[in-house]
């Protein structure tokens, strides 16, 4: 049985840093930056986002398809070594070409959007896909998530922290709001390069294990029927809600942090670095609460502890600037913020052998791609919500001080609203049916109804890495 080994989770942890940094960087700050810097009105910046999934809606899908099918003839990590280096290039120019396009910047943006989310699709569902092959084990499988999280959560420190810092070191102006493009042109490329090498190490330290058999394709093979896997749709809904509050709160966060908690530009960096940072030192508590209370009770406790934090933020911490409650608050957010970013991707992979059961074939690819594909458009939704937002709250780009309504208006948002989304995670994840002692029984059957199969198709099937024994 494959265990965790430290240059798997090195291998693996990479290629999120790649992954996270490019999704929440693009999440976080292309809105505020299409605003304010690009000048595209506010709800023509959100339809931007919402048109990029109308085309994942049909390749994220097709990717997960194409790998399940072609998984022993085409490698999935020959994906990542040929798509990295083309997606942090994609990352760069949409960072670059919308300020400079002038009238057009809506129609650059959408362009550039659309390429770096489909190279992203095509790098990141094979990726993922290999989760279940690399670590059998319910338990295993949350520490490669625990791991994986650790790194997501750094590089999204990263990608919330950093741009201020990058642009206002390439701007002259004072305020963010009003920075010069040139700032997150620059962002863009030292992102871009990050991206791209994050992702070309996976292959370099990780050797991709022999794969199950290939989906046959028609009847069953239709990608909608993932969503008959048991387990799969509370794990999917669970994933979306919590997606929606995190993408709601990224990309508001840049506006809140000038308009309704006033923290100073210089300070918005060291701030945003204390919630991501807090998230990273608090996984070996999660690690230690999940053992306890499984996936289902710490996520609840983690989404209920996040929300309660909004709450006080921006109850307790408007117009206080860089005050001792707002930097406490913040912690408390980065505490609640690694159990909804890390839990519902560790039970993510235990679905994967009930629709094996279910289905009679192995559907990594295909569920992944649809998990993905629900991530990227309940984030979009969020951002989109946010433009809207923004649009009726009467934003006025290029300055900090906003009107009162305008910042009542966002602190509504990011305080009630965020916490009331997050409490129906908590409840919706308390209710998931997948269990450690059903995931274990699951597997036993599997891996008996795989070896009968590979023995009856003759010696050399029967020779390809037959899946241990689970222990009970």
């Not at 109308?54 to 994906?79: I, K, Q, S």
């Not at 919330?160 to 493009?181: H, K, N």
């Not at 989304?421 to 891996?447: D, N, Q, V």
Request: net charge neutral; charged share 15%.
């Amino acid at each position: 049985m494959a265990r965790l080994t430290r240059r798997l989770g090195l291998g693996i942890g990479a290629a999120e840093i790649g992954a996270s940094l490019a999704f929440v960087a693009i999440n976080t700050w292309l809105l505020y930056y299409l605003i304010n810097v690009a000048r595209v009105p506010p709800l023509l910046a959100g339809f931007v986002f919402i048109a990029g999934r109308v085309v994942d809606a049909v390749t994220d899908p097709l990717m997960g398809v194409l790998v399940d099918r072609t998984r022993r003839r085409l490698p999935r990590l020959g994906w990542v070594r040929w798509g990295a280096v083309p997606l942090g290039a994609a990352f760069a120019l949409l960072w670059w070409a919308p300020a400079a396009a002038g009238a057009a910047a809506t129609w650059v943006a959408m362009a550039a959007l659309l390429l770096t989310s489909l190279l992203y699709t095509v790098v990141q569902v094979p990726v993922l896909s290999l989760t279940p092959d690399l670590v059998p084990d319910y338990d295993d499988r949350t520490s490669l998530t625990a791991v994986r999280t650790a790194f997501a959560v750094l590089a999204s420190m990263l990608a919330v922290a950093l741009p201020p810092a990058i642009v206002l070191a390439f701007s002259d102006a004072g305020e963010l709001a009003a920075s010069a493009p040139s700032g997150w042109a620059w962002m863009g490329v030292a992102f871009g390069i990050v991206v791209a090498l994050g992702y070309l190490m996976l292959p370099r330290l990780v050797s991709e294990p022999p794969a199950a058999r290939e989906a046959r394709g028609g009847g069953d093979a239709a990608w909608w029927t993932v969503l008959r896997a048991p387990g799969f749709v509370p794990v999917l809904v669970v994933f979306l809600v919590v997606t929606l509050g995190i993408m709601l709160v990224n990309s508001l966060l840049p506006f809140a942090l000038e308009s309704v908690l006033e923290v100073p530009a210089t300070l918005q960096t060291p701030l945003l670095a204390l919630l991501f940072g807090t998230a990273v030192l608090s996984f070996p508590g999660w690690a230690w609460l999940t053992g306890r209370l499984g996936k289902r009770g710490a996520l609840t406790l983690g989404a209920l502890t996040l929300g309660g934090a909004l709450l006080g933020l921006m109850h307790g911490g408007a117009g206080a600037g860089a005050s001792a409650g707002t930097f406490a608050w913040t912690a408390l957010a980065g505490v609640g913020l690694a159990a909804v970013m890390a839990l519902p991707w560790a039970m993510l992979p235990d679905v994967v052998e009930f629709d094996a059961l279910r289905s009679g074939e192995h559907r990594e690819g295909l569920l992944y791609a649809v998990f993905t594909f629900g991530q990227k458009l309940a984030g979009s939704v969020g951002v989109f919500a946010n433009a809207l937002a923004t649009a009726l709250l009467g934003y006025v780009p290029g300055v900090a001080q906003q009107a009162e309504h305008t910042v009542r208006g966002l602190q509504t948002l990011l305080g009630p609203v965020a916490a009331a989304i997050f409490a129906l995670a908590a409840l919706l994840a308390w209710t998931s049916p997948i269990t450690r002692e059903a995931h274990t029984r699951a597997r036993l059957t599997l891996s008996e109804r795989d070896a009968a199969e590979r023995d009856a198709e003759g010696p050399e099937h029967s020779a390809i890495d037959r899946p241990a024994r689970p222990q009970a």
